[in-house]
């Protein structure tokens, strides 16, 4: 038997020695990959380690398709090094594409580092993964690349937290591909839809409302008690009043109406189309109607319209009377042809198809969240352009400034 050559490991002879064969190297990778596959029944925490550590210096400058080849190797490996696993993740998105998807033993550790060291192509592909974990998504919404949070708002198994909800609500003002994906997440709560409602078009806008325009029952058959509460105290905290107002039962503010100019809100409204719609109009209908003027300023400038179906069905208005406040608006009531305009028309199917106690809540959320924040601080916020913080000013702030500096 002819004696194995010895292994030369003088200085000379590392320098006289020829580059390695492709193809030793090749086989030299698929053994160590195959010593990393062992089962742990039958080879050491520290020799798969070591085997790792080995294959790991020698793909540093091997070819693309041997770097692939062990990764496909690898990927479906529990217990491979997660050294390696990392290394190939962050390699050519051709090698890390195999693991950044099916890879379970890469670490929701292991994905933050990698998202935030590697290409947008990178950061896709672990959008598309089986499960994406909230803080993983986190890390990834941060980069705001239109096409990678598009994948992960359609990946039914990503996780997603209010941080990154709210970035991409934000987004979603000048984005509206974000819109009708976020109306389809479960994650989505009232605060966000009926604040996306004022940018969204008609189709998502309808999905908002039959989403999230729902009944108060429970909230107020709860509370029904601490009316005459509230009111013996003079209404005295005004954090319960505003909370109390949401939850009321009746829309038209009485009060208002005693010290209006105007016996009923149809009459404002009819006084509105003969004259058009004057500040104090507006101001006067939204008073009667049980919002505040900033409220009732946002639903009557409301391009495509919706908005002002909720104004009229709340209060229980006739249907004539969304015509009625539309010709106030100076709006087209018919088209060329002498048809119900469009724009008209679609407002009318939506005073059709939600019930008052349902516009109710929606009309009663929109005024909350709209004017129950709305001091010093956060004006300010709207004028510069930020958005503030929820732990800060609460959900009704960052609503304002999303709605209101929309306008900007």
Same mark, same amino acid.
């Given at each position: 038997?002819?004696?194995?050559?010895?292994?030369?490991?003088?200085?000379?002879?590392?320098?006289?020695?020829?580059?390695?064969?492709?193809?030793?190297?090749?086989?030299?990778?698929?053994? +160590?990959?195959?010593?990393?596959? &062992?089962?742990? %029944? !039958?080879?050491?925490?520290?020799?798969?380690?070591?085997?790792? $550590?080995? /294959?790991?210096?020698?793909?540093?400058?091997?070819?693309?398709?041997?770097?692939?080849?062990?990764?496909?190797?690898?990927?479906?490996?529990?217990?491979?090094?997660?050294?390696?696993?990392?290394?190939?993740?962050?390699?050519?998105?051709?090698?890390?594409?195999?693991?950044?998807?099916?890879?379970?033993?890469?670490?929701?550790?292991?994905?933050?580092?990698?998202?935030?060291?590697?290409?947008?192509?990178?950061?896709?592909?672990?959008?598309?993964?089986?499960?994406?974990?909230?803080?993983?998504?986190?890390?990834?919404?941060?980069?705001?690349?239109?096409?990678?949070?598009?994948?992960?708002?359609?990946?039914?198994?990503?996780?997603?937290?209010?941080?990154? +909800?709210?970035?991409?609500?934000? &987004?979603?003002? %000048? !984005?509206?591909?974000?819109?009708?994906?976020?109306?389809?997440? $479960?994650? /989505?709560?009232?605060?966000?839809?009926?604040?996306?409602?004022?940018?969204?078009?008609?189709?998502?806008?309808?999905?908002?409302?039959?989403?999230?325009?729902?009944?108060?029952?429970?909230?107020?058959?709860?509370?029904?008690?601490?009316?005459?509460?509230?009111?013996?105290?003079?209404?005295?905290?005004?954090?319960?009043?505003?909370?109390?107002?949401?939850?009321?039962?009746?829309?038209?503010?009485?009060?208002?109406?005693?010290?209006?100019?105007?016996?009923?809100?149809?009459?404002?409204?009819?006084?509105?189309?003969?004259?058009?719609?004057?500040?104090?109009?507006?101001?006067?209908?939204?008073?009667?109607?049980?919002?505040?003027?900033?409220?009732?300023?946002?639903?009557?400038?409301?391009?495509?319209?919706?908005?002002?179906?909720?104004?009229?069905?709340?209060?229980?208005?006739?249907?004539?009377?969304?015509?009625?406040?539309?010709?106030?608006?100076?709006?087209?009531?018919?088209?060329?042809?002498?048809?119900?305009?469009?724009?008209?028309?679609?407002?009318?199917?939506?005073?059709?198809?939600?019930?008052?106690?349902?516009?109710?809540?929606?009309?009663?959320?929109?005024?909350?969240?709209?004017?129950?924040?709305?001091?010093?601080?956060?004006?300010?916020?709207?004028?510069?352009?930020?958005?503030?913080?929820?732990?800060?000013?609460?959900?009704?702030?960052?609503?304002?400034?999303?709605?209101?500096?929309?306008?900007?």
């Amino acid at each position: 038997m002819q004696a194995q050559q010895a292994l030369e490991l003088s200085p000379d002879a590392a320098v006289a020695a020829p580059p390695p064969l492709d193809d030793v190297r090749r086989q030299l990778a698929k053994r +160590l990959s195959d010593v990393i596959c &062992i089962p742990a %029944s !039958h080879l050491t925490p520290q020799e798969r380690h070591m085997a790792g $550590d080995i /294959l790991v210096e020698l793909l540093r400058d091997a070819d693309i398709k041997l770097r692939e080849s062990v990764a496909k190797r690898l990927v479906m490996l529990n217990e491979a090094p997660r050294t390696i696993l990392v290394i190939l993740a962050k390699d050519d998105i051709q090698v890390a594409r195999h693991v950044l998807e099916e890879s379970n033993s890469l670490s929701d550790s292991d994905l933050i580092q990698i998202a935030r060291k590697v290409s947008s192509e990178h950061r896709k592909v672990i959008a598309r993964r089986r499960k994406v974990s909230d803080s993983v998504v986190d890390v990834i919404v941060e980069f705001l690349e239109e096409d990678v949070v598009e994948v992960l708002l359609k990946n039914k198994g990503a996780s997603f937290s209010e941080t990154a +909800l709210q970035r991409i609500l934000t &987004i979603s003002r %000048s !984005h509206q591909p974000y819109v009708s994906l976020l109306v389809k997440r $479960d994650e /989505l709560r009232p605060s966000h839809g009926l604040t996306m409602f004022w940018w969204s078009d008609s189709d998502t806008r309808k999905k908002i409302l039959h989403r999230f325009g729902v009944t108060r029952k429970v909230l107020q058959e709860s509370c029904h008690d601490l009316f005459p509460k509230a009111a013996a105290e003079g209404w005295s905290d005004a954090a319960v009043r505003k909370a109390l107002q949401f939850i009321e039962r009746r829309q038209r503010n009485r009060a208002a109406l005693d010290r209006s100019d105007y016996d009923s809100l149809e009459e404002a409204i009819e006084a509105a189309m003969t004259t058009g719609l004057t500040r104090k109009l507006t101001e006067e209908i939204s008073y009667i109607a049980g919002v505040k003027p900033a409220t009732g300023a946002q639903i009557l400038t409301d391009k495509s319209g919706e908005a002002i179906a909720i104004l009229c069905k709340a209060p229980g208005l006739n249907r004539e009377y969304v015509e009625k406040l539309w010709r106030a608006l100076k709006r087209p009531v018919h088209d060329v042809e002498g048809n119900t305009h469009p724009d008209l028309q679609r407002v009318m199917q939506t005073y059709d198809v939600i019930s008052t106690d349902k516009a109710q809540t929606v009309l009663r959320y929109w005024n909350w969240s709209l004017t129950a924040s709305l001091n010093a601080d956060v004006l300010r916020h709207i004028k510069d352009g930020v958005i503030p913080r929820e732990e800060e000013y609460g959900a009704a702030a960052i609503t304002a400034a999303l709605v209101f500096g929309n306008r900007r």
